[in-house]
């Protein structure tokens, strides 16, 4: 499970953008979003690199949260 902070993610479309950009990479990936808190919490095999390559793609810039 990696928490990552996704500053533009502001609504429902939002998430679903976000969500649908981490499954490219990992088809089988679960995403837990805190809108509130503009986080995700990621369950994934494939590595917080090319999920933070896949967000920026898809115009989410982020970054692992601490
Ligand atoms: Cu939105």
């Given at each position: 499970m990696t928490m990552f902070n996704?500053?533009?993610?502001?609504?429902g479309h939002c998430e679903a953008t976000v969500t649908k950009a981490i499954q490219g990479v990992d088809q089988s990936a679960t995403v837990k979003a805190d809108l509130a808190a503009n986080k995700i919490e990621v369950a994934s095999t494939a590595g917080s690199e090319a999920i933070l390559a896949a967000l920026d793609e898809a115009g989410y810039p982020s970054s692992v949260a601490a």
């Open positions: 996704v500053p533009d993610m502001t609504c």
